[in-house]
C-alpha cells in the first residue's frame, strides 16, 4: 500500500491550496483517513480526519478555514485550506487506517511542503 499526496506549495497569507492523498494497492477498505503537519522544530500534529461514514475532526487552529473531504471510490482525501496563514507553514501528511485482507495496518504519505508568506 502506498500514500500518494501532493497539492503543496508556496501561497501568500489569506490564500488557498487543496491538498490530495490517493491511496493505492492491495486494499479491501479504508477506515479513518487524517491530515497530519509537522512544523520546524514542532511536534507532528493532527490537523483533521475523517473516518468511513463521513464523521469529520478538525483542529481548533484550523476550524472554520480548512475543510476535509474524501471520495471513497477513488481512495482519495482531500484537504481545502482557506484563508492560509503564516503559522499554518509545515509539512502535510496524510495517513490512513487500511484493511488487507484480515490485517489492519496505518500508512503514511511522503508528505507535501505548504509555505504560508506574510
Known amino acids: 500500500v502506498q500514500l500518494q499526496a501532493s497539492g503543496g506549495g508556496l501561497v501568500q497569507a489569506g490564500g488557498s491550496l487543496r491538498l490530495s492523498c490517493t491511496a493505492s494497492?492491495?486494499?479491501?477498505?479504508?477506515?479513518?483517513m487524517g491530515w497530519y503537519r509537522q512544523a520546524p522544530g514542532k511536534q507532528r500534529e493532527l490537523v483533521s480526519s475523517?473516518?468511513?461514514?463521513?464523521?469529520?475532526y478538525y483542529a481548533d487552529s484550523v476550524k472554520g478555514r480548512f475543510t476535509i473531504s474524501r471520495d471513497n471510490a477513488k481512495n482519495t482525501l482531500y484537504l481545502q485550506m482557506n484563508s492560509l496563514k503564516p503559522e499554518d507553514t509545515a509539512v502535510y501528511y496524510c495517513?490512513?487506517?487500511?484493511?488487507?485482507?484480515?490485517?489492519?495496518?496505518?500508512?503514511w504519505g511522503q508528505g507535501t511542503l505548504v509555505t504560508v508568506s506574510s
Open positions: 495517513n490512513a487506517l487500511i484493511r488487507q485482507n484480515n490485517m489492519y495496518s496505518t500508512h
Open positions: 494497492g492491495s486494499i479491501f477498505s479504508i477506515y479513518n
Open positions: 475523517s473516518t468511513s461514514v463521513g464523521s469529520t
